[in-house]
């Protein structure tokens, strides 16, 4: 792709550093090019997925008029829902395996092409991102040299978490901070993995690969067994390295997978002024990069994005009840603007629209297992009874179509 005129100035903006008399007006300069070209980025995304869809809905109604020849009444109640739906909600849909087959085998090219465009899109944002960040060395240089401590340690924050979103050395650092990142080479390695003994005991079923080995810190009244973690009361805690390599991938990536199976001790704990954490990822549940909890009889995902809410700073999201001492377990699937939530293996609900954004705002943060995170000023938090047997999560993986096979799995593991 030719330099548009706003990433020459970020190739020119250096060179002309050296002779500008007004730092701080061409970092401001700067500053604004960068963000009118990532809305120019999401623009053209979101145009080049609505002409698909207006495409696939095109294509519905051929499909609608021959399955009416062919006399398919599924086929033509099916093609009209879907295109009535798609012209209220303009999101690309997930592929559902019951679909008649034209429309199944359409629905999954138009997801493939809708993934080709996202992905397009990831590596040019990466390609601007590193061009920022490859600018703004002489920034800091001048900010300091001009004893404007306040910008330059500003401009350094914003170089750390390009580098960090990238994997690459900040320019003109010494040597990139060795983080415990990808230490298996194996592209299907979870970010973020804990599951069970019992799934690697069975021999029906096969472990998942791990990006790093989770060092849990296991505090009092937690009791590990063969079926996971036994949750009485007690907590455990992971540093914040053990959850780089996902804040790491997630960065790069609008594509989520968040797995979860449990036992809930009993049917309710905690509620809505108290809740009962599972997993809190952040300083407190509001500020979580992804919390999970339990509210009376239902679980609630807590989910950051760039793009939040109007009344809160987080997405808060009903993934359903739940029954006590009854094994349950979800899996959630995070698309671009597409939220989908599988329980047991089956679609429960899907939200199109209402939560978007990227994950590159997420912080590097210690989590707590069981109960919310401790300290002064943090709200009431009740603490989580049950069995965790598995709490699996990874960015830039689509698993839509496999959370049937996901469920089997699940079950299979802890059946015997």
Same mark, same amino acid.
């Given at each position: ?69 062919? %006399? @398919? !009444? ?5 093609? &009209?829902? +879907?295109?009535?739906? #798609?012209?209220?909600?303009?999101? $690309? ?53 001009? %004893? @404007? !401590? ?5 401009? &350094?924050? +914003?170089?750390?978490? #390009?580098?960090?979103?990238?994997? $690459? ?68 805690? #992971? ?178």
């Amino acid at each position: 792709m030719k330099a548009t005129p706003l990433l020459a100035l970020f190739l020119l903006a250096a060179p002309l550093l050296a002779n500008a008399q007004d730092v701080d007006t061409q970092y401001l300069r700067l500053q604004e090019a960068y963000s009118q070209k990532l809305q120019d980025l999401e623009q053209q995304f979101q145009l080049q997925q609505r002409e698909l869809l207006n495409k696939f809905i095109i294509a519905l109604v051929r499909t609608e008029k021959t399955y009416l020849e062919e %006399g @398919n !009444l599924d086929g033509v109640m099916m093609s &009209r829902e +879907l295109r009535e739906d #798609l012209l209220q909600n303009p999101e $690309i849909p997930t592929p559902v395996e019951t679909w008649p087959e034209r429309i199944l085998q359409m629905a999954q090219e138009l997801e493939r092409r809708g993934r080709e465009n996202l992905t397009n899109n990831q590596t040019e944002l990466d390609r601007l991102n590193s061009i920022l960040l490859k600018t703004l060395e002489p920034y800091k240089v001048e900010f300091t040299r001009q %004893g @404007n !401590l306040e910008t330059a340690i500003e401009v &350094r924050d +914003l170089q750390n978490v #390009l580098s960090e979103a990238l994997d $690459i050395a900040v320019p003109g650092s010494a040597s990139k901070t060795p983080r415990p990142i990808d230490r298996s080479n194996d592209p299907n390695a979870y970010n973020f993995a804990f599951e069970a003994p019992a799934f690697q005991q069975n021999p029906r079923v096969s472990p998942r690969p791990v990006a790093i080995e989770l060092d849990f810190e296991i505090g009092e009244n937690v009791f590990p067994n063969n079926r996971g973690y036994l949750f009485d009361g007690g907590t455990l805690q #992971l540093e914040a390295r053990d959850l780089e390599p996902l804040r790491a991938n997630a960065s790069r990536n609008q594509l989520m997978t968040f797995e979860v199976g449990i036992t809930p001790s009993w049917q309710s704990q905690g509620n809505n002024q108290v809740p009962a954490p599972l997993f809190v990822w952040g300083d407190t549940l509001n500020a979580a990069n992804i919390a999970l909890t339990q509210e009376g009889r239902h679980l609630f995902l807590y989910l950051t994005t760039t793009n939040p809410p109007l009344n809160r700073s987080n997405h808060r999201v009903d993934l359903g009840a739940v029954q006590g001492n009854t094994l349950t377990h979800i899996l959630v699937m995070y698309k671009a603007n597409e939220f989908t939530i599988f329980r047991d293996g089956v679609v429960s609900d899907r939200i199109r629209g209402e939560i978007t954004g990227s994950f590159r705002n997420w912080e590097e943060k210690d989590a707590v297992l069981g109960h919310g995170p401790l300290g002064e000023g943090n709200p009431t938090y009740a603490n989580w009874y049950g069995h965790l047997h598995q709490l699996c999560i990874k960015a830039g993986q689509d698993v839509s179509r496999r959370a049937t096979d996901f469920y089997a799995r699940f079950e299979q593991a802890l059946s015997e």
